[in-house]
């Protein structure tokens, strides 16, 4: 998951040129917000036995699951912010799939119906505000 969002993070940082922040928006600090918000685990491999890296000791490593993120700006609702939101859809558009060492992900944009996006927000504590939804896996 770590390496993931990371990836995500350095990818848009590096396209936009704006700073990119991991976790819950901050109004004091511009820039842009990469906030995952739902981790759920993919069905396909929910049952499959994990295979243990070769010459890895410990535990094997569990399967990646689907990180669900919303991307947001601060400040939102000004032209810099809105084309910041708008560089920052751009660059997941142009570069679907990362790669983090031998992991690679791809990131999905989706669409939140009002009801969970007004839940979200609500539940913590923030104005309802433009923003794009989007998953990685």
Not at 33 to 42: A, D, Q
């Amino acid at each position: 998951i770590i390496s993931s969002l990371a990836a995500l993070c350095d990818m848009i940082r590096s396209q936009t040129g704006a700073q990119v922040m991991l976790g819950c928006p901050d109004d004091t600090v511009p820039g842009i917000y990469v906030w995952p918000w739902r981790l759920e685990e993919k069905s396909e491999l929910r049952n499959l036995p994990h295979a243990a890296k070769p010459g890895h000791a410990g535990p094997p490593a569990a399967p990646a699951g689907v990180v669900h993120f919303l991307v947001l700006v601060r400040p939102a609702l000004t032209i810099d912010g809105l084309a910041l939101l708008g560089a920052a859809r751009q660059a997941m558009h142009d570069h679907p799939v990362l790669e983090a060492g031998e992991d690679r992900f791809r990131i999905t944009v989706t669409s939140l119906d009002v009801q969970t996006l007004s839940a979200l927000f609500t539940a913590a504590a923030m104005p309802l505000t433009i923003c794009l939804s989007a998953v990685i896996d």
